[in-house]
């Protein structure tokens, strides 16, 4: 992977490019952006950069051995960590990111823009989460303590950095605190306040914005597709790259989302006074809580996208709106009407407090059917 292949991001390219040529490399960093930015595929790219000793710029492959150890993801220097759980071959105790190397290759090379969901997807545990916890602490101390093979830099990449445990997240802080000789950290996150303070106060941050269109645009140029498709997909993908492909690929778990959405806000408009639509506002909660708790965390952030998006076409700022239903019969204008400022507050606060209990791992069924009946309370709130 090298820069020239990630997607936009050109001045965050030529400030890492020229942090290597200068030596001047911060020992720990942190790239922060909402899904689909980038921040994987640009962090194996410096990586790559800094091993290999590439010089002249983005273009250049420099040492071929070097890189071609760095485009397989083998190189034994650089070194990953990510999320993991229990599965069917590794018990949860024992299970750290050094188990599922093989699992993780085929996902950089498939997916290098996938998010947390796709990963679990992988790994056939979706109905858990991930996390780094005590035994991914012990294997990272002990592989950065290792000279580096090479004789050079050794670097660790560490994903979704904010699924790490309170022992692992204290564990990294001494090694930030005292990094092995020419170790070199780099740790993603979306959410950087899910992070220690003192983790994030010592490293560089860096911050990815989402996608330009027009990037997407030229990034979609390797499918062959019309300019209307290319430039309707860049839309809908919002700055993340990640659904742009889903969207081309057909494979987007938006669509299933919808279906639920679309069910749920008909039954709640339903439900005030009618104890059939209760039933299956009931009946809604159970089939969701069924599946795994990070589609159930998924959905529900995708909630709060579409919710938003609603309240910005009822105030008239539709360019801000991307979301198109595949219902015909299900407009995001007609529904806009209804979500306003005398209820988005307390809309979002209740999703959002239903993700805190998923996460927490509550009871699904009782979560979701208590926002379910909310929502129906809500959605009848009067217009200021």
Same mark, same amino acid.
């Given at each position: ?20 040529? %200068? ?15 980038? $921040? ?9 950069? @800094? ?7 983005? %273009? ?11 485009? *397989? ?13 229990? $599965? ?12 599922? !190397? ?57 994903? !979704?950095?904010?699924? !790490? &445990? ?16 020419? #170790? ?6 979306? +959410? ?5 303070? #003192?983790? $994030? ?22 499918? +062959? ?9 860049? *839309? ?42 209760? &039933? ?7 089939? @969701? ?14 909630? @709060? ?6 309240? !910005? ?43 805190? *209990? ?8 009782? @979560? ?17």
């Amino acid at each position: 992977m090298l820069f020239r292949s990630i997607v936009g991001q050109a001045h965050l390219k030529r400030h890492l490019v020229r942090s290597a040529d %200068n030596n001047r490399i911060p020992h720990a960093q942190l790239f922060v952006g909402p899904e689909g930015s980038g $921040t994987l595929p640009m962090a194996i790219a410096y990586a790559r950069y @800094i091993l290999c000793r590439n010089t002249g710029g983005e %273009n250049d492959t420099g040492n071929e051995s070097c890189n071609a150890k760095v485009e *397989h993801f083998n190189h034994p220097d650089l070194h990953f960590s990510f999320p993991v759980n229990g $599965t069917a071959e590794v018990k949860s105790e024992h299970a750290y990111s050094q188990k599922f !190397m093989s699992q993780w290759r085929e996902f950089l090379r498939e997916q290098p823009y996938g998010n947390l969901f796709d990963w679990l997807q992988k790994l056939g545990i979706e109905n858990k989460q991930g996390l780094m916890g005590v035994n991914e602490a012990a294997h990272l101390s002990k592989a950065l303590s290792l000279k580096s093979y090479e004789g050079g830099r050794k670097v660790l990449i560490m994903w !979704m950095a904010e699924k !790490m &445990n309170d022992a692992c997240s204290n564990k990294l802080l001494k090694l930030i605190e005292e990094p092995p000789k020419d #170790t070199v950290i780099i740790l993603i996150a979306e +959410d950087e306040d899910q992070l220690l303070q #003192t983790i $994030t106060s010592r490293c560089q941050i860096l911050h990815f914005p989402p996608l330009a269109e027009a990037d997407i645009i030229k990034a979609l140029e390797q499918w +062959d597709l019309d300019p209307n498709t290319a430039q309707k997909i860049a *839309h809908q993908a919002h700055g993340n790259f990640n659904k742009a492909i889903d969207l081309v690929n057909n494979d987007s778990e938006d669509l299933v989302f919808e279906r639920w959405f679309v069910f749920w806000v008909r039954s709640a408009f339903k439900a005030k006074g009618n104890k059939k639509a209760i &039933n299956d506002l009931l009946s809604w909660s159970e089939e @969701i809580a069924r599946t795994g708790r990070e589609t159930q965390k998924q959905f529900l952030q995708y909630c @709060i996208e579409v919710f938003r998006q609603a309240l !910005m076409v009822n105030y008239q700022a539709q360019e801000l709106a991307y979301t198109e239903f595949s219902q015909e019969d299900f407009r995001l204008e007609k529904f806009a009407p209804f979500v306003h400022g005398n209820n988005i507050l307390e809309i979002n606060r209740e999703l959002e407090e239903a993700i805190y *209990h998923i996460e927490r791992n509550g009871n699904g069924k009782v @979560i979701l059917g208590d926002l379910a009946i909310k929502l129906t309370r809500l959605l009848h709130a009067r217009k200021e």
